[in-house]
């Protein structure tokens, strides 16, 4: 299937009548789905000393021309791909991804490769995972179709011939071996090797270099989380340090979390004094309000009193009689006399002038009330 162009890509629509996901159709460039079965294996690739082989049929290897164009005979191009495995990563998945992916029709064969003497000297026979783990990891890759226990380090055409391998699939990177430089040039000459290209970033040596310069990490929390001091081959005085620099990050983490505590409350009470400190100065501006409109120049308070003012004023000044009212007769009201007296005094000459020509007063029961 031609994977679909850009262009086929960029002009989709969505469409409401479709059959497809969000109203799409088969001619919107969607490639078809494929069927859950065919997205993995149900059991892990078998060994090689499980799988018959028809030996009755010569061995005739086809050649890479024929492998590309599709190979005549009626089976798959057989390659090989070995390797130690140690702590499977993807680097070693992609590098089998390749392996498979190299013709049309690939029956992948990987060998388990032992760590012998035959390996050059950087390894000395060390890996971190057994040969049981590394066997297991490389079954359950879904690209190898059958794995070979116990595989040489350097391939033999009697071995090639007892499993019939057409291609060698390895990168080109040479690799030495007791007596020689490279492990495959054999098999270059021979027109098998197929090269594959190495994942940049990530190998076993990576991972180890990791763990090694993080070593007190890995220790400290392996520690904690049961291994004994013995199963991590760490030294009495070491475990004592580990232990202690634990309490002391514990200490520090704690610290940290009341840090951060204590920041989060200053800051809600900030929030807190600055809504406070709005709603104070709404209000403080709303009492003022309210003052000056009740005390103010202008304010009611003053209009209040003016009003009493003059209802007492009003109240206090006399209201004048009108003109057309009739007058009411009076009785004569008694000659006003001074208490005590109930005589008139002796009038005497000189009295008796004087009394002549002062003026008699009547006061009125009204006007005495």
């Given at each position: 299937m031609?994977?679909?162009?850009?262009?086929?890509?960029?002009?989709?629509?969505?469409?409401k009548?479709?059959s497809g996901?969000?109203?799409a159709?088969?001619?919107?460039?969607?490639?078809p789905k494929?069927?859950?079965r065919?997205?993995?294996?149900r059991e892990?690739a078998?060994?090689?000393?499980e799988?018959?082989?028809d030996?009755?049929?010569?061995?005739?290897r086809v050649?890479?021309?024929?492998?590309?164009?599709g190979?005549?005979l009626?089976r798959?191009v057989?390659?090989?791909?070995?390797?130690?495995f140690d702590?499977?990563?993807s680097?070693h998945?992609?590098?089998?991804?390749q392996?498979?992916?190299?013709?049309?029709?690939t029956?992948?064969i990987?060998?388990?490769?032992?760590?012998?003497?035959?390996?050059t000297?950087?390894?000395?026979g060390?890996?971190?995972?057994n040969?049981?783990?590394r066997y297991?990891?490389?079954?359950?890759c879904r690209?190898?179709?059958?794995v070979?226990?116990?595989?040489?380090?350097?391939l033999?055409?009697?071995?090639?011939a007892e499993?019939r391998?057409?291609?060698?699939?390895?990168?080109?990177?040479p690799?030495s071996s007791?007596?020689?430089?490279?492990?495959?040039?054999?098999?270059?000459e021979?027109?098998?090797?197929?090269?594959?290209?190495?994942?940049?970033?990530?190998?076993?040596s990576d991972?180890?270099?990791?763990i090694?310069?993080?070593?007190d990490?890995?220790?400290?929390?392996?520690?904690?989380?049961?291994?004994?001091?013995?199963?991590?081959n760490?030294s009495?005085?070491n475990?004592?340090?580990?232990?202690?620099?634990?309490r002391?990050d514990k200490?520090?983490?704690?610290v940290k979390d009341?840090?951060?505590?204590?920041?989060e409350f200053?800051q809600?009470?900030?929030e807190?004094?600055?809504?406070?400190?709005?709603?104070?100065?709404?209000?403080?501006?709303e009492?003022?309000?309210?003052?000056?409109?009740m005390f103010?120049?202008?304010?009611?308070?003053?209009?209040?009193l003016?009003?009493g003012?003059g209802r007492?004023?009003?109240a206090?000044?006399p209201?004048q009689s009108?003109?057309?009212?009739?007058t009411?007769?009076?009785?004569?009201?008694?000659?006003?006399?001074?208490?005590?007296?109930?005589?008139?005094p002796?009038?005497?000459p000189?009295?008796?002038s004087r009394?002549?020509?002062?003026?008699?007063y009547?006061?009125s029961e009204?006007e005495e009330?």
């Amino acid at each position: 299937m031609e994977p679909p162009t850009s262009s086929r890509l960029n002009s989709r629509k969505r469409r409401k009548d479709g059959s497809g996901p969000n109203g799409a159709t088969e001619l919107d460039g969607i490639p078809p789905k494929m069927s859950r079965r065919s997205l993995g294996l149900r059991e892990p690739a078998p060994f090689s000393d499980e799988v018959e082989i028809d030996y009755s049929k010569p061995y005739i290897r086809v050649t890479y021309e024929e492998a590309m164009r599709g190979t005549p005979l009626d089976r798959p191009v057989r390659v090989y791909a070995d390797g130690i495995f140690d702590l499977f990563h993807s680097g070693h998945a992609r590098a089998l991804m390749q392996a498979k992916n190299l013709f049309p029709n690939t029956y992948l064969i990987v060998g388990g490769t032992v760590c012998s003497d035959e390996l050059t000297h950087n390894f000395k026979g060390f890996t971190v995972m057994n040969e049981n783990e590394r066997y297991d990891a490389v079954q359950h890759c879904r690209y190898v179709d059958e794995v070979v226990r116990n595989a040489p380090w350097t391939l033999t055409p009697e071995f090639l011939a007892e499993h019939r391998i057409d291609f060698v699939a390895h990168d080109d990177i040479p690799y030495s071996s007791a007596g020689s430089d490279d492990v495959y040039k054999h098999i270059k000459e021979a027109g098998m090797f197929a090269p594959t290209q190495r994942t940049e970033g990530i190998s076993t040596s990576d991972i180890i270099t990791r763990i090694v310069r993080d070593y007190d990490v890995y220790a400290r929390r392996n520690l904690q989380r049961g291994y004994t001091a013995k199963e991590l081959n760490v030294s009495f005085i070491n475990e004592k340090k580990y232990h202690l620099q634990e309490r002391v990050d514990k200490v520090k983490k704690r610290v940290k979390d009341v840090e951060e505590k204590s920041k989060e409350f200053v800051q809600k009470v900030e929030e807190k004094s600055i809504d406070l400190i709005q709603k104070w100065e709404e209000k403080s501006r709303e009492f003022i309000g309210n003052f000056l409109e009740m005390f103010g120049p202008e304010g009611a308070l003053k209009h209040m009193l003016k009003e009493g003012k003059g209802r007492m004023l009003q109240a206090i000044s006399p209201k004048q009689s009108p003109s057309s009212s009739p007058t009411h007769d009076r009785s004569p009201s008694p000659s006003f006399r001074w208490p005590f007296s109930t005589k008139t005094p002796p009038s005497s000459p000189a009295n008796r002038s004087r009394n002549e020509s002062a003026v008699t007063y009547d006061i009125s029961e009204d006007e005495e009330d």
